[in-house]
């Protein structure tokens, strides 16, 4: 199951058919010309995403839906997103935690929010999505290795040089992918 709302591109060989929330591109998917020959790209992470093309739209769109929510409730705060899972530190880091103040729930939020802030994570995560996208659709095209040593040294440059020959529409995404300017 996936979220209806995920932004998503679509490509028919090395065309961008394409882009927007995943239900509205599931509709053009299923009444493209051939769409056995499309890949579906999320454009948060670069994942290839399968979908299940049998029938109309609607029933394409249908099944993208997740199911409802039946579980039991569990710990945490369900209606603000709060889900409680298992972490296993050291008991140094333990005590490191119990004396912040609100609490270690508090202290792990906030680093992890400090984390999701710097540049540096966003941009690793521009490249692995980059990398990803272009590992599918371009892993077999000349110079493929080049680009993507470029890409993990940050050199936008040559990343952009490298892929010069190969078809606009995956040169493009790639770098909309790894937020090259």
């Not at 998503?8 to 995943?22: C, E, K, W």
């Not at 889900?83 to 050291?90: D, H, I, M, Y």
Request: no cysteine.
């Amino acid at each position: 199951m996936h979220d209806v709302s995920t932004l998503v591109t679509a490509f028919s060989g090395d065309h961008r058919l394409t882009s927007g929330p995943l239900a509205q591109v599931a509709r053009v998917v299923a009444v493209s010309a051939d769409p056995s020959e499309v890949l579906v790209f999320r454009d948060d992470d670069g994942r290839s995403l399968d979908l299940d093309l049998r029938g109309t739209p609607e029933d394409v769109v249908g099944r993208l839906a997740p199911p409802p929510q039946t579980a039991p409730r569990g710990p945490g705060r369900p209606k603000l997103g709060v889900t409680a899972r298992e972490v296993t530190l050291l008991p140094r880091h333990w005590d490191w935690l119990s004396r912040q103040p609100g609490g270690a729930s508090v202290a792990l939020r906030k680093l992890v929010e400090s984390a999701l802030r710097d540049p540096a994570e966003e941009g690793r995560t521009a490249r692995e999505a980059a990398y990803r996208f272009l590992t599918t659709m371009a892993g077999d095209r000349p110079g493929y290795e080049e680009v993507t040593r470029a890409l993990f040294a940050g050199d936008v440059d040559a990343f952009r040089a490298r892929m010069s020959d190969w078809p606009a529409d995956v040169r493009d995404h790639a770098l909309t992918l790894a937020r090259a300017p």
